[in-house]
């Protein structure tokens, strides 16, 4: 449910999403231009890269990132090797936006995760629904970005390697809806409004326990 505003909260938080998209002029360099590495056929070929057991990794995919024809079509991805824990934690990703100070032209990778077993088969993947969009206004965040968690229970399951990607569906031009109101504003922070990008600036972050607002875990039927 949406709620009113008063009329000075609402030129605060119209202001603050014109700020935080302004910003990314000044924001950390993009991709740099390289040819794309052919792509591999088989997951298990991926290289994947170390994650620690608790910290974050700042990483790009750009184009020389490798390439894989995912069940949505080709993308750039970056593929993880998931730390060696006994106990539950969560992964998070972050999608920075990126481009020019006008909200119409700023871009983002709208991330996917893909969670592997040891055997590099599929054992789930999240959906662009999952996404929630943090202001630094509002969130625990320095840039205004895309954010997706996912928890990990070690005990459940033989998830070992994590892929993060894009759906190739997302390649097409998106309007920004227009923000008038204190509503639009907030609709608008909660849908995917901007364009979206083949490649970006990320951040995985492992925290120890379970997501934020999640039930407790069901007790172990034995079996």
Do not use: W
């Not at 202001?15 to 935080?20: D, E, K, R, Y």
């Not at 920075?96 to 100070?101: H, Q, S, T, V």
């Not at 040891?118 to 629904?129: A, G, K, N, Y």
């Not at 928890?151 to 920004?176: K, N, Q, S």
């Amino acid at each position: 449910m949406l709620l009113a505003l008063p009329h000075a909260a609402s030129r605060r938080l119209l202001a603050a999403l014109a700020c935080v998209l302004a910003a990314l002029a000044t924001a950390v360099p993009g991709p740099a231009a390289a040819s794309a590495p052919v792509a591999v056929a088989d997951p298990s070929s991926f290289r994947y890269e170390p994650l620690p057991a608790e910290g974050s990794v700042d990483f790009v995919i750009d184009r020389r990132s490798p390439t894989f024809e995912f069940q949505t079509g080709p993308s750039a991805y970056r593929a993880f090797r998931l730390p060696d824990l006994s106990h539950p934690y969560y992964v998070e990703v972050r999608a920075f936006l990126d481009g020019p100070k006008d909200p119409e032209g700023a871009r983002v990778f709208y991330p996917v995760m893909a969670l592997l077993t040891d055997d590099f088969l599929v054992s789930r993947q999240t959906e662009l629904d999952f996404l929630r969009f943090d202001l630094p206004v509002f969130e625990q965040a320095a840039a205004p970005a895309y954010r997706l968690t996912v928890g990990v229970d070690p005990a459940r399951a033989r998830e070992r390697y994590l892929i993060v990607f894009t759906p190739a569906i997302l390649m097409t031009d998106r309007a920004l809806p227009p923000i008038s109101t204190p509503e639009s504003a907030v609709n608008a922070a909660r849908v995917a409004f901007l364009g979206a990008a083949r490649y970006g600036r990320l951040r995985i972050t492992l925290h120890s326990g379970s997501v934020p607002g999640s039930p407790p875990p069901a007790p172990d039927d034995g079996l």
